[in-house]
């Protein structure tokens, strides 16, 4: 019996003495993350791409989701379609490139050609196989067991059984709205996909973010400098508040002094930059009202969907996944999300922020990287040194942006799936 199979909890918790902790197992046992790859990715619904990133027929990408190759498809029709990227002849992969455009799919092993939709159109040698061949459900690429939709952002599940997708993300609907409703027109993915690896466990990301506590030590370096940069800040402080979504979904919702290019001007911006956002402003409230302009213009959002989709609305908006490889490892994919409508300047600004603090070679992608890769260092004395302390904020009634409470709702929840008995 291996130590996982000894183990029926990760946590140590208890709520009258406001104690919430992890155990380091979970952060180097090969067993828990084989564990979380068969009960969290396997059952889970995990996002797959952004609508906008299929602008019209033929534009594919392809992506490792939950350890499969995916194919993520615009057919002749306008419909979205998502394939397992394997020939159902002998396994290779239909599409082997990472995005474009295409009229059909060919399998370079023996020439099978599918269509848009994974219909198989035609092979060598047809006269060879069955008349109805063609008509056959398994000569077709297959489809994923399932593939749900909400406001452009694209979900599939391996399970066939899983709740809907709008019932999985429950309250989260709401903060996807607040994030949409920046444009008129929609989201859309600006540029390509950024991918970066990290020698740390992938729920040490997770955690980081939706950390508010780490903001002011880990990224002091840019915190200093834009106090430094003159105009670089508004006369706002940093407030705000998290909450626990359900189902291991988290937010973090807080005003902060960096500008944002929905509404929030800073000096720096100009007087250029003050009646475009004045102008963007006044649309938010024509369409909304007050309460909720101010709540898009003027509030951040950290929002953590599980088990690993991150959507940072801050002073710009990214769009981020993360899978593990292994125990001290994960690899991932991050990606610029932007109103399909707005101005040159709006757009300079956004793609501007979006790469200063977090583009890899940003402010604070750099900063988390040797930050998580230094808890997974500490890991190696978990034989003696065994547990995390999650208890920041337990008990308070309306927990703070830099407490834990969006930490231990993640753990709750991953907890229940990787010990929950098999059915």
Request: aromatic share 12%; charged share 25%; with cysteine.
């Given at each position: 019996?291996?130590?996982?199979?000894?183990?029926?909890?990760?946590?140590?918790?208890?709520?009258?003495?406001?104690?919430?902790k992890v155990s380091r197992q979970a952060f180097v046992d090969p067993d828990i993350l084989e564990a979380e790859r068969t009960r969290i990715f396997d059952k889970c619904w995990l996002y797959l791409g952004h609508s906008s990133e299929l602008a019209k027929p033929g534009d594919f990408v392809t992506r490792q989701v939950g350890g499969r190759n995916i194919l993520f498809a615009r057919d002749s029709k306008g419909n979205l379609k998502a394939m397992l990227n394997t020939c159902p002849h002998r396994g290779a992969q239909v599409c082997r490139e990472k995005h474009g455009s295409a009229k059909s799919f060919q399998c370079f092993y023996h020439g099978w050609v599918f269509g848009l939709d994974g219909r198989l159109r035609s092979q060598p040698g047809e006269t060879s196989y069955a008349e109805d061949f063609k008509e056959r459900s398994p000569s077709n690429m297959q489809q994923v067991p399932r593939f749900e939709s909400y406001r452009d952002f694209n979900f599939i599940c391996f399970d066939k059984g899983v709740e809907s997708l709008a019932d999985y993300l429950g309250p989260v609907r709401e903060y996807l709205e607040v994030i949409c409703d920046q444009a008129e027109t929609g989201m859309t993915i600006v540029g390509g996909t950024q991918e970066y690896s990290m020698?740390?466990?992938?729920?040490l990301l997770t955690e980081n973010s939706i950390d508010g506590y780490h903001a002011l030590t880990t990224h002091a370096?840019?915190?200093?400098?834009?106090?430094?940069?003159?105009?670089?800040?508004?006369?706002?402080?940093?407030?705000?508040?998290?909450?626990?979504?359900?189902?291991?979904h988290a937010v973090l919702e807080y005003k902060a002094p960096w500008g944002r290019p929905v509404a929030q001007w800073i000096p720096s911006w100009g007087e250029e930059g003050k009646r475009e956002?004045?102008?963007?402003?006044?649309?938010?409230?024509?369409?909304?009202?007050?309460?909720?302009?101010?709540?898009?213009?003027?509030?951040?959002?950290?929002?953590?969907?599980f088990p690993n989709l991150v959507i940072n609305d801050i002073m710009a908006v990214t769009v981020r996944t993360y899978y593990p490889a292994a125990p001290d490892f994960m690899n991932i994919s991050a990606w610029a999300l932007a109103p399909r409508e707005e101005t040159e300047w709006a757009r300079k600004y956004r793609l501007f922020n979006f790469l200063e603090f977090l583009g890899p070679g940003g402010f604070a992608t750099p900063d988390d990287v040797e930050a998580l890769e230094q808890c997974q260092r500490g890991f190696r004395n978990s034989a003696e040194a065994q547990w995390n302390d999650i208890s920041k904020g337990m008990g308070k009634e309306?927990?703070?942006?830099?407490?834990?409470?969006?930490?231990?709702?993640?753990?709750?929840?991953?907890?229940?799936?990787?010990?929950?008995?098999?059915?």
């Amino acid at each position: 019996m291996n130590a996982f199979q000894r183990m029926n909890t990760a946590l140590m918790v208890d709520e009258s003495r406001k104690i919430f902790k992890v155990s380091r197992q979970a952060f180097v046992d090969p067993d828990i993350l084989e564990a979380e790859r068969t009960r969290i990715f396997d059952k889970c619904w995990l996002y797959l791409g952004h609508s906008s990133e299929l602008a019209k027929p033929g534009d594919f990408v392809t992506r490792q989701v939950g350890g499969r190759n995916i194919l993520f498809a615009r057919d002749s029709k306008g419909n979205l379609k998502a394939m397992l990227n394997t020939c159902p002849h002998r396994g290779a992969q239909v599409c082997r490139e990472k995005h474009g455009s295409a009229k059909s799919f060919q399998c370079f092993y023996h020439g099978w050609v599918f269509g848009l939709d994974g219909r198989l159109r035609s092979q060598p040698g047809e006269t060879s196989y069955a008349e109805d061949f063609k008509e056959r459900s398994p000569s077709n690429m297959q489809q994923v067991p399932r593939f749900e939709s909400y406001r452009d952002f694209n979900f599939i599940c391996f399970d066939k059984g899983v709740e809907s997708l709008a019932d999985y993300l429950g309250p989260v609907r709401e903060y996807l709205e607040v994030i949409c409703d920046q444009a008129e027109t929609g989201m859309t993915i600006v540029g390509g996909t950024q991918e970066y690896s990290m020698r740390a466990n992938w729920k040490l990301l997770t955690e980081n973010s939706i950390d508010g506590y780490h903001a002011l030590t880990t990224h002091a370096t840019y915190l200093d400098y834009l106090k430094s940069a003159t105009g670089a800040l508004a006369q706002v402080a940093f407030e705000g508040s998290a909450r626990d979504l359900g189902k291991g979904h988290a937010v973090l919702e807080y005003k902060a002094p960096w500008g944002r290019p929905v509404a929030q001007w800073i000096p720096s911006w100009g007087e250029e930059g003050k009646r475009e956002l004045s102008r963007l402003y006044d649309g938010l409230l024509t369409r909304f009202g007050k309460e909720r302009a101010d709540r898009i213009a003027t509030f951040n959002r950290n929002l953590f969907i599980f088990p690993n989709l991150v959507i940072n609305d801050i002073m710009a908006v990214t769009v981020r996944t993360y899978y593990p490889a292994a125990p001290d490892f994960m690899n991932i994919s991050a990606w610029a999300l932007a109103p399909r409508e707005e101005t040159e300047w709006a757009r300079k600004y956004r793609l501007f922020n979006f790469l200063e603090f977090l583009g890899p070679g940003g402010f604070a992608t750099p900063d988390d990287v040797e930050a998580l890769e230094q808890c997974q260092r500490g890991f190696r004395n978990s034989a003696e040194a065994q547990w995390n302390d999650i208890s920041k904020g337990m008990g308070k009634e309306n927990p703070s942006y830099d407490d834990e409470l969006q930490m231990r709702a993640f753990w709750s929840n991953w907890n229940e799936h990787v010990f929950r008995v098999p059915a």
